[in-house]
């Protein structure tokens, strides 16, 4: 039934196409593909193009779809699509410099936030044994889950400091 779909289309597809005029298409479903039935069914959410088990599930009968065909514009050989210019892309350097302050100034803003956090969230966590809430006191589970998130938290923000180092290396050793 994996393919139920696939197979439903390329039979309604296979019937319009024989009632159609004989018209290439640039592009038509592989005849592998194409099932020998032509009639497609539909079960609810499922399509099928077998009859007994459309009978045997109660399935409706779709009507065939009318196939629109527009065919594609060809380039006129000799004449190159406009493409912007490369001095268009340049920038000049002092510019460039610019740009890669700026990308270093925010990346070690998000680096020093980071740190933080991981700073904050080590103190919360307390090597595995964080201070209990109030409602945590009742509810041992509900420690549990905090303390599984805090350890996920501080695993995340590990990654993201390492990548931004990273980042910020990467600027570095391009200079």
Known sequence: MKYAYAFALAAALAEVNAQAP???????????AAPSAARVYRCGNQ????PTEAQA?????????????????RPTP????????????R??????RARDADARAILEAELSKALARQSE????????EPEKLGPE???YQKYLDRVAH???????????IEGLRRELSRLTASK
Do not use: H
């Open 22 to 32: 004989a018209k290439p298409v640039a592009s038509s479903p592989p005849a592998a």
């Open 47 to 50: 399509y099928t193009n077998a």
């Open 57 to 73: 599930k109660d399935c409706k009968l779709l009507e065939p779809v009318p196939l629109t065909v527009v065919e594609a514009v």
């Open 78 to 89: 000799g004449r190159k699509a406009s493409a912007p210019a490369a001095s268009a892309l």
């Open 91 to 96: 920038v000049d350097s002092s510019e460039q």
């Open 121 to 128: 969230l080590l103190r919360e966590y307390n090597n595995g």
């Open 137 to 139: 006191t009742r509810n």
């Open 150 to 160: 805090l350890k996920a938290s501080i695993a995340r923000n590990e990654v993201d």
